[in-house]
């Protein structure tokens, strides 16, 4: 059974850059072409921040961006804002029963 | 304005049964996937259950094989998940949430519904 490992949480001060990662398992996150991220404030539904490794949906600021190294895909925010303070989930399509698996989550706060 | 919104969630004993309701509106339903999606309290997301565009494929997480049974009325553009079975485990917030492509499979959903509370509670 394939998991995604995320780090539990990361920080960065306002206009900085952090990076979050999401290691599998197993090889899913490298034969797919699905991982995706998603941003969740407190209370409120996920947004999709990252789809398909590294497109962006619209609406969706260019400060977040995401990419993919063999097992690990990550997710970059530049120029940090108060407002990206929220947990961070990534997501991948398998090829096991269950079709759909989520990371743990990170959460990112903004000092 | 594309839009998806939840019902039917509640109170319920443990082994008894709950069907959520998700009613779309704004998008042409027949032609997305939809995932229905939980989330514990205080815990991350977990995957459930997807149905095709056109219903004739299901897909259901090891955790509610059996119990759950997730279907589509294209003509009434609402998507339903009967829950048999429930148990404590089962209490989460359930969200539905479309997949971005048109009649496409994938781990990517851009449109949530604000989730129905499900409580499983003795």
């Known amino acids: 059974q394939s998991a995604l490992t995320q780090p539990a949480s990361v920080s960065g001060s306002p206009g900085q850059s952090i990076t979050i990662s999401c290691t599998a398992t197993?090889?899913?996150?490298?034969?797919?072409?699905?991982v995706s991220w998603y941003q969740q404030h407190p209370g409120k539904a996920p947004k999709l921040m990252i789809y398909?490794?590294?497109f962006r949906p619209s609406g969706v600021s260019n400060r977040f961006s995401g990419t993919r190294s063999g097992n690990t895909a990550s997710l970059a925010i530049s120029g940090l804002q108060a407002e990206d303070e929220a947990d961070y989930y990534c997501?991948?399509?398998?090829?096991?029963?269950?079709?759909?698996?989520f990371g743990g989550g990170t959460k990112l706060t903004v000092l | 304005q594309a839009q998806l919104v939840e019902s039917g969630g509640g109170v319920v004993q443990p082994g008894r049964s709950l069907r959520l309701s998700c009613a779309a509106s704004?998008?042409?339903?027949?032609?997305?996937?939809i995932d229905w999606v939980r989330q514990a309290p205080g815990k991350g997301l977990e995957w459930v259950a997807l149905?095709?565009?056109?219903?004739?494929?299901?897909y259901y997480a090891d955790s509610v094989k059996g119990r759950f049974t997730i279907s589509r009325d294209n003509s009434k553009n609402t998507l339903y998940l009967q829950m048999d079975s429930l148990r404590a485990e089962d209490t989460a917030v359930y969200y539905c949430?479309?997949?971005?492509?048109?009649?496409?499979?994938?781990?990517?959903?851009?449109?949530w519904g604000q989730g129905a509370m499900v409580n499983v509670f003795s």
């Open positions: 197993s090889s899913d996150v490298g034969r797919y072409k699905f």
């Open positions: 704004g998008f042409s339903f027949s032609n997305y996937a």
């Open positions: 398909d490794v590294s």
């Open positions: 949430a479309r997949d971005i492509g048109w009649q496409r499979q994938s781990d990517a959903f851009d449109i």
């Open positions: 997501s991948s399509y398998t090829s096991s029963s269950t079709l759909v698996i």
């Open positions: 149905i095709s565009y056109d219903g004739s494929n299901k």
